[in-house]
């Protein structure tokens, strides 16, 4: 069997189907119930498979929350730099660009309200999330500052690198602090001034 990280690789189609049921029954069942309010007899069941099932593919409730992470994180960030690579070749300004990468980070983080404020939470009093966190973080960090400078010259900034972590941090601790939970102004309006605030910050002709 081909393991990693007390999580199983299945080879076959229907055996990665299956996985891919546990997974998404397990960000509904922590989103609910919270990390240690939830069991992998409570994921499998939920699954409609047997618990014995469950551990064919994960070694125990940590795996299957650290393999959705990944998944996460895999799905969003590969799927955003893409997107925006593709605006740059349909002919979209910079400026387009930057609203579109903020409104695909929010979306990300309306999906599943529940399960990242679990994550959230988990990464305080947790070693492994919170190196998971740490680690995306640098990730991000690094396809950020990739993704930017091709088109350094059109930017306001003289220091890249340091307003790359400066954009990132301003949009995940809005999406924590707006989307993840109740604001009194409202997500949409608060949106709004974040687009216009980084337009302002990062472009030379605004």
């Not at 893409?82 to 309306?110: N, P, S, W, Y």
């Not at 399960?115 to 999330?129: S, T, Y």
């Not at 400078?149 to 941090?169: G, H, N, R, T, W």
Request: charged share 30%; aromatic share 10%.
């Amino acid at each position: 069997m081909n393991w990693k990280n007390g999580e199983y690789q299945p080879q076959q189609k229907r055996a990665d189907e299956k996985k891919r049921l546990l997974m998404d029954t397990a960000v509904t069942q922590f989103s609910i119930h919270g990390y240690h309010g939830t069991t992998a007899k409570n994921i499998a069941r939920e699954a409609g498979v047997a618990t014995g099932s469950f551990y064919r593919y994960f070694k125990d409730k940590k795996a299957i929350l650290m393999a959705v992470c990944h998944r996460m994180e895999q799905e969003l960030g590969g799927s955003m730099f893409d997107f925006g690579r593709q605006m740059r070749e349909e002919g979209h300004t910079e400026q387009e660009v930057l609203i579109a990468l903020i409104k695909f980070a929010v979306a990300g983080h309306q999906r599943n309200k529940g399960f990242h404020r679990e994550v959230l939470a988990m990464g305080i009093i947790d070693e492994d999330v919170a190196a998971w966190t740490r680690a995306r973080e640098e990730r991000v960090l690094t396809a950020l500052l990739e993704f930017l400078k091709p088109m350094q010259s059109s930017y306001l900034v003289q220091d890249l690198e340091a307003a790359v972590e400066l954009i990132y941090y301003t949009i995940e601790e809005f999406c924590h602090r707006a989307i993840l939970f109740e604001t009194p102004v409202g997500e949409e309006r608060l949106t709004s001034e974040l687009q216009e605030m980084l337009l302002r910050y990062l472009f030379k002709q605004y």
